[in-house]
């Protein structure tokens, strides 16, 4: 029982570090157009976005290092990717015809 309430952990955890860093990336490129200093934007927001998410897997992996928990998260965590990717994809301009 207890490490199907690892997995569901390391599942909620992958998810939010997914959210975080994609929706991050997002925001930042919405907001680079009007930027006084776009290359500054970027590089802090990489770090942060970077930072945050591998110590977020650090904490996932826990002091077992258990490598199923961090496979989870990991899956988890491009599930989010592959349905931000869908959600926040520009839609399609269809050409009359």
């Known amino acids: ?5 690892w997995g569901l952990l ?3 955890g992958g998810v939010a570090l997914g959210l975080f860093y994609f929706a991050g990336l997002w925001f930042t490129l919405r907001r680079l157009p009007g930027h006084p200093h776009p290359a500054l934007w ?3 927001s ?3 976005r970077l930072a945050v998410s591998l110590t977020g897997f650090y904490l996932i992996l826990g002091a077992d290092r258990s490598l199923a928990r ?3 998260a990991l899956l988890a965590f491009l599930a989010v990717r592959v349905a931000l990717t869908r959600r ?3 839609e399609s301009q269809s050409k009359p015809g």
């Open 1 to 5: 029982m207890t490490e199907m309430l």
């Open 10 to 12: 390391a599942t909620l």
């Open 42 to 44: 970027v590089a802090g």
């Open 46 to 48: 990489f770090i942060l």
């Open 70 to 72: 961090l496979g989870i």
């Open 88 to 90: 926040l994809q520009p």
